[in-house]
């Protein structure tokens, strides 16, 4: 009956603030159930920055070295309660549980695909739902991790794209994600994480805010030191924000997934595209470009009959004369709802050998983790 009750409220949006720290409970229904038992209206102490926490520890009597202690557990050691900051005196413990509360991702499933890859689903604070996958391959190891629980912009290729957007996550749920696949890269292969791609669920740019700031921590050294060029954020096209990036200098890798030249045809995958054409993105792009002297790679995911014709290929190459860059052109992974092919090995390296000859760097990315809906535009929460 308790765990009836728990599908029943799991929609309920608790407060940001919640205590989540029986979400390590293995069952996801009755680790719901917990949350909900344990909600309180304390505020996240990873919302507060070093300057807000500086304050805070001189209002309550400690001494300002405490607040550097303070900001390395929460973020460098990253640890899931209070008691475990173990060089802090149990009164001033006391006073953070009385005070605050950590509101930890945790892991609901796992499911592992024959190639290594393993997906996570990962539950937050209010009961929601995100995926994040490990990907191992020869030379490198990657966390490919969301920044919105569900999406607002519907292409049509794209599993998650027929989820409903419930909201955006804060940046220490994106930073957990990072963690717990850091983790477990270390445990499951012996090897450290490499790179981290903001492919996941959701679009990275229209949680602008929180995705810089789990950016910035990721890389901090008061964080886990990852250099920002091995990191990477996916966004289907949004001119302006593209533009702010610019504005900000990021040092991230950046990636736009294109999926087709002409807006005929972008328009039909990806509704965004009516209000960001290829021209604004083109406009966006340059000005990107000029601001950080970062090359972009575009996305490109190649549908049998629709987008693999050398016609489409001279598209693709006209509009790789916008800014340097270059081509991952991605195998197609079916979903239910959508209707498309992958086209044929022939015709992609048609395609990759048209691009190459005109002097387009290109990639054939393959697919990983297909086998558990874990692959490129798979992440759908079907296991919920």
Not at 133 to 141: A, G, Y
Not at 150 to 177: H, M, P, V, W
Request: charge should be neutral; glycine fraction near 6%; proline fraction near 4%.
């Amino acid at each position: 009956m308790v765990c009836a009750l728990v599908e029943l409220f799991a929609p309920i949006h608790l407060p940001p603030t919640s205590d989540s720290t029986a979400l390590a409970v293995s069952s996801p229904n009755c680790a719901i159930f917990a949350v909900v038992m344990k909600a309180n209206t304390l505020p996240n102490i990873r919302a507060l920055d070093p300057d807000q926490l500086r304050e805070w520890v001189a209002s309550v009597g400690e001494k300002p070295f405490r607040a550097k202690q303070l900001y390395e557990w929460i973020w460098k050691k990253n640890v899931a309660s209070f008691d475990a900051m173990t060089n802090l005196s149990k009164t001033f413990r006391q006073k953070l549980e009385a005070e605050f509360a950590l509101g930890k991702v945790g892991i609901d499933s796992e499911q592992r695909s024959s190639d290594g890859t393993i997906k996570f689903a990962f539950r937050l604070w209010d009961g929601n739902l995100v995926e994040g996958v490990l990907i191992p391959t020869d030379n490198r190891i990657t966390a490919c991790v969301s920044s919105q629980s569900g999406c607002s912009l519907s292409c049509k290729f794209c599993a998650t794209g027929y989820l409903k957007l419930q909201r955006n996550l804060f940046s220490y749920e994106i930073y957990d994600q990072v963690d717990i696949i850091r983790e477990a890269a270390q445990r499951e292969f012996n090897r450290p994480l490499t790179n981290i791609v903001y492919m996941g669920m959701g679009e990275p740019l229209l949680n602008y805010k929180n995705v810089l700031h789990s950016i910035e921590m990721v890389s901090s050294e008061d964080g886990m030191g990852m250099s920002p060029r091995r990191i990477t954020v996916s966004t289907a096209g949004i001119a302006k924000l593209i533009r702010k990036l610019g504005d900000d200098k990021v040092r991230f890798e950046f990636a736009l997934s294109l999926h087709a030249a002409n807006d005929t045809k972008r328009n039909e995958i990806m509704p965004i595209n009516e209000s960001n054409s290829l021209e604004a993105l083109a406009d966006a792009l340059r000005y990107f470009y000029e601001q950080t002297g970062t090359r972009v790679t575009y996305e490109y995911i190649i549908f049998k009959d629709f987008n693999d014709s050398l016609e489409d290929a001279e598209e693709l190459f006209q509009f790789c004369q916008v800014i340097p860059c270059k081509v991952n052109i991605i195998e197609y992974n079916p979903i239910d709802e959508a209707g498309f092919q992958n086209t044929s090995g022939n015709r992609m390296y048609r395609f990759k050998e048209y691009l190459e000859g005109k002097g387009v760097i290109v990639n054939v990315r393959r697919s990983r983790g297909r086998d558990v809906d874990g692959a490129c535009g798979q992440l759908a929460l079907k296991k919920r």
